[in-house]
DNA sequence: ATAAGACTTGTCATTTTTTGACAAAAATAT
DNA sequence: ATATTTTTGTCAAAAAATGACAAGTCTTAT
């Protein structure tokens, strides 16, 4: 998937002919911050994604790669970060999940 | 560098044979907020970047990549974001620079 | 043309999160 | 043992995110 998170989120509505309003009340929502959420001007809550996942009926594990994703793409973005640099954060996550077993 | 942004610090901090309170006041923070810093339980402010750099004479360029690095990486860890989803995600980034262009 | 519905934008109070500051306990060094 | 250094807990203040509403634009149907 080749979009923001807002972008998706856009998509699946409209594909499924859902105006902003319903859509927004079946997320708890106002129709107008999910307005903002669709264009990028404000972040979607990871509290919701699962029932995003049921209204459209996607697998909540993949949604959630999806969300993911685009939270550290939007990152990597943000950071100007090159692709070696993203290399060396990748050791830095490794290094992190190394640091708990220390603790056991 | 292979440890959390907080052990670094440490690291430099030790090597000049600093003590907290001795950086904590060059850095305009409480050293008992740096002690944290430095165990990974609050975060560094980028506003301080700079200010570290100068301290310990470092390239604030490659300070900085630390820092996103460290930023990126911990996200990474906290998402439990796998090699595979990275590559989509850094796709993600990749696609976001693409939109500006768009608007311009 | 205009009325209705759909979407966008701006604003603001509330909530949540982060930060700074201080006190006191724990660990370390002298 | 005392002094110094470091850690931990707490809390108010600052900052950021969120929910809600009002008013705006745009589109479409009549």
Redesign the interface.
């Known amino acids: 998937m080749?979009?923001?998170f807002g972008e998706y989120i856009r998509l699946l509505r409209t594909k499924h002919e859902l105006t902003l309003t319903k859509l927004a009340a079946q997320l708890d929502l106002d129709s107008a911050n999910l307005s903002k959420i669709e264009n990028g001007k404000r972040d979607f809550d990871e509290k919701r994604l699962s029932k995003l996942a049921k209204i459209f009926k996607l697998d909540l594990k993949e949604l959630r790669?999806e969300y993911?994703?685009?939270?550290?793409?939007?990152?990597?973005?943000e950071?100007?970060?090159t692709?070696q640099?993203?290399q060396?954060?990748?050791?830095?996550?490794e290094?992190?999940?190394t640091?708990i077993e220390k603790v056991i």
């Open positions: 080749n979009a923001t790669n993911v994703t685009d939270l550290i793409g939007k990152k990597i973005y950071t100007n970060c692709k640099l993203l060396v954060a990748e050791k830095k996550a290094y992190r999940r640091l």
